[in-house]
């Protein structure tokens, strides 16, 4: 009995522990990314910029951390352009209207999507110091982001910027209790609503992501970005046992749209990247989705309701 309670405990830990990366381990993206804004849109990167923003349950009332790994641009992680010579801005926004703000939720860096209060700002260029490693912001009082009665939490925006340079910034984030641990905190979440990540160079690697369907959502249009047909973009749901939308080859966009059946609002859908059998390595791709009036849809890292199973009945197909 006692090996059962401290296997069971192992697991709960395990499980905890996964839960505040972002990327979260079900989405199996091995990277966010962020190019220099003198790179060439042909690598991967629309618009040089990712917002991400932070959502922290209203009883947590404890300090908190946001964690970046491997902020530079330099060494075995980051994908350089003859020599490494990017700067990447990252900063740290609270207070009213920072993710309320029209512009905040936008999917390209235009207006007011500084929108909030700047609680901490940090450059980075090549710097072995942070290169493999973890750099902290904070602490901050949850009180310090802005309230939202429709989550029921504080929100915090944390926007990686490529000021300088043409080389890729490939890193990731933890939302911790601690400053020099990662430490999850229980029922807190991320969302983006635009994904610029790295793909895995691996054939046998799915990445997903899980854009969320709100209530009134009829139709969705998915936007993809210099996929460089690596393979396929298969969306499942709770509706839907696997789809195929139409994907990018390199340096633009492909659009599809899918009609949103009544089982699915109110829950989230999964897009699987599923890769060629032949490698295409160091591949680098945007994503976004709108609803039918233009709105985009937040992708969050743990996705809401759970990974969506399909649960319609599957049909099997005699042979001969």
């Known amino acids: 009995m006692n090996k059962l309670i401290y296997t069971f405990t192992l697991l709960i830990i395990c499980v905890l522990g996964y839960s505040q990366p972002v990327p979260n381990v079900e989405e199996n993206i091995p990277y966010l990314m962020t190019f220099g804004n003198e790179s060439a849109t042909d690598w991967g990167d629309d618009d040089f910029s990712q917002a991400f923003f932070f959502q922290l349950p209203e009883e947590y009332d404890q300090p908190f951390f946001i964690r970046v790994f491997d902020p530079d641009t330099g060494g075995e992680i980051d994908e350089i352009r003859g020599e490494f010579n990017t700067r990447c801005v990252f900063e740290v926004f609270g207070g009213a209207g920072n993710w309320s703000d029209p512009a905040a939720k936008e999917t390209s860096p235009v207006g007011n999507y500084k929108s909030g209060t700047l609680l901490a700002t940090r450059a980075f260029a090549e710097n072995p110091r942070y290169d493999n490693q973890w750099f902290t912001f904070g602490p901050y009082n949850p009180a310090q982001g802005e309230y939202s009665e429709e989550f029921g939490s504080y929100i915090f925006k944390v926007i990686c910027e490529g000021v300088s340079g043409d080389d890729g910034n490939m890193y990731r984030y933890y939302l911790s209790t601690s400053a020099t641990e990662n430490r999850p905190i229980e029922d807190a979440n991320a969302f983006a609503y635009e994904y610029s990540f790295r793909m895995h160079n691996d054939v046998e690697e799915v990445a997903h992501i899980y854009p969320y369907l709100e209530e009134g959502t009829v139709s969705v249009r998915i936007?993809?970005?210099?996929?460089?047909?690596?393979?396929?973009?298969?969306?499942?749901?709770?509706?839907?046992?696997?789809?195929?939308?139409?994907?990018?080859?390199?340096?633009?966009?492909?659009?599809?749209?899918?009609?949103?059946?009544?089982?699915?609002?109110?829950?989230?859908?999964?897009?699987r990247f599923v890769k060629a059998s032949s490698l295409v390595r160091n591949n680098n791709v945007v994503v976004n989705v709108r609803n039918q009036f233009g709105d985009a849809l937040r992708f969050y890292s743990i996705p809401l309701?759970?990974?969506?199973?399909?649960?319609?009945?599957?049909?099997?197909?005699?042979?001969?």
């Open 223 to 271: 936007r993809n970005f210099d996929w460089d047909w690596d393979g396929n973009i298969v969306v499942i749901s709770v509706a839907r046992q696997g789809q195929e939308i139409k994907i990018s080859g390199e340096d633009f966009w492909a659009d599809d749209e899918l009609t949103v059946q009544d089982e699915e609002i109110k829950t989230s859908m999964d897009f």
């Open 305 to 320: 309701g759970g990974v969506p199973k399909y649960k319609g009945e599957v049909e099997f197909i005699p042979i001969g």
